[in-house]
């Protein structure tokens, strides 16, 4: 089940020059499943990173911050990376020095097939957590992926990265920049275990445009901050999150070597729309969905505070069953801005809205509210929150939805 989520068709998304998917089936955890997949990036792409901020990060997540690392200072003897190494059914995380192991000897045998360094690859790992990763099955599986390899295969690569999604997560653009035509495309995965900070959530972006590799840093960061760190289903920060963007450097334009100049503004915004598309569609896509939520908080001192207020709302199990039922119980949502943690908060200046329905003025019920206005929009697939805090002049929105009967059970009969 998901929320007004429907698979892109394959000939709607464009292949980025410089970039090709190989996809097969591993064994991993299952058989007949596509579980293993191949990115090869073409010589002198860029690429920056965002991982999880779970301390409990998995193997691949610190092999994978370790080898950006030196390819971003230039310790690589100027090679860049060349290759993502992706599988599902196991997320190779409370593994200790033997998940650290097993995930650089998939390294390894990707960059001997590859005839590169092994600095020059970067492991992904979704899945079962505190299991020892098959890394002889990755291995065997390679031959079959790297001869699959090809620019058009985004779909079955977002679905090759799917763990309990039920909807493959994959968009597509074009914008011109200096005259020249760039493509972005990306896919992401994820459905339960979503709380970013920078969510078990995947992200893989590229784009032909031609973006410094320290550049590209700088962008990732953006990009996740007002995307895939804007989005919640449950609350659990995963082990695993990562969000890679590249840049292959083949489109026929001026470098970009600024975000603020007209270029750099031009190509931001279209890849901040299209990861926005991708991590909404990971909430949804949630588990056991049923509503797509918009949290939106106005009035804030600052963007941190309309954050925290936000996701005090979107992190409540209260709201999220009452949104499920349908049930306009919405003294909870001013519960849970009452302890977001804001110690000087003034009740009396608080209004919320559903939609448009004023809910509740200056901290109270609106004389004019009426209870029918309130379940019309809670029977919405599609809700819009706004609070108004009335501190200052921030806001902030967050993404979420609602938890129903079917999350629990997902995640009871997760591992079966």
Not at 10 to 25: F, H, M, S
Not at 54 to 79: M, S, T, W, Y
Not at 255 to 277: N, W
Not at 324 to 330: G, K, R, V
């Amino acid at each position: 089940m998901s929320v007004n989520l429907v698979a892109t068709p394959a000939a709607d998304l464009y292949p980025v020059p410089g970039v090709r998917w190989g996809i097969t089936e591993a064994g991993i955890r299952k058989a007949n499943r596509k579980d293993l997949a191949v990115l090869l990036l073409d010589e002198g792409a860029s690429v920056g990173a965002v991982f999880t901020q779970n301390r409990f990060c998995a193997a691949p997540v610190q092999i994978c911050q370790k080898h950006l690392a030196k390819a971003v200072a230039g310790d690589l003897a100027g090679e860049g990376i060349r290759a993502l190494l992706i599988n599902t059914g196991n997320a190779n995380a409370g593994t200790g020095e033997n998940g650290l192991m097993r995930a650089e000897a998939s390294c390894i045998a990707l960059a001997r097939a590859l005839n590169v360094s092994v600095g020059r690859i970067l492991p992904f790992s979704t899945g079962v957590i505190m299991e020892p990763l098959p890394h002889e099955r990755i291995a065997a599986g390679l031959p079959g992926a790297l001869a699959d390899a090809r620019e058009d295969n985004w779909a079955n690569a977002a679905e090759a990265i799917m763990t309990t999604d039920t909807v493959a997560k994959a968009f597509s653009t074009r914008i011109t920049l200096g005259g020249a035509a760039v493509t972005i495309t990306g896919i992401s995965k994820g459905a339960g275990m979503i709380r970013p900070n920078m969510a078990t959530m995947l992200g893989f972006m590229a784009t032909d445009a031609c973006v410094s590799q320290s550049l590209m840093v700088q962008l990732a960061r953006e990009l996740a901050e007002g995307s895939f760190n804007r989005i919640t289903v449950d609350g659990d920060t995963s082990t695993n999150d990562s969000f890679v963007v590249m840049a292959t450097n083949r489109a026929k334009h001026p470098p970009v070597t600024s975000l603020d100049s007209p270029d750099g503004r031009t190509l931001r915004a279209a890849m901040m729309a299209l990861a926005q598309k991708l991590a909404q569609a990971i909430v949804r896509d949630g588990e056991g969905a049923t509503k797509f939520i918009t949290i939106r908080v106005d009035g804030g001192k600052t963007g941190e505070e309309c954050r925290q207020v936000a996701y005090a709302i979107a992190h409540s199990p209260l709201v999220k069953t009452a949104f499920f039922a349908s049930d306009p119980n919405l003294g909870r949502i001013l519960a849970a801005v009452g302890y977001a943690g804001i110690d000087d908060l003034d009740q009396t200046q608080i209004d919320l809205y559903l939609d448009d329905v004023l809910v509740a003025k200056n901290g109270g019920r609106y004389v004019d509210y009426i209870e029918a206005d309130g379940q019309r929009i809670m029977k919405q697939s599609e809700i819009n929150v706004r609070v108004v805090l009335g501190r200052g002049p921030a806001a902030d929105t967050v993404w979420t939805c609602d938890l129903s009967y079917d999350y629990v059970k997902i995640n009871a009969d997760y591992r079966s």
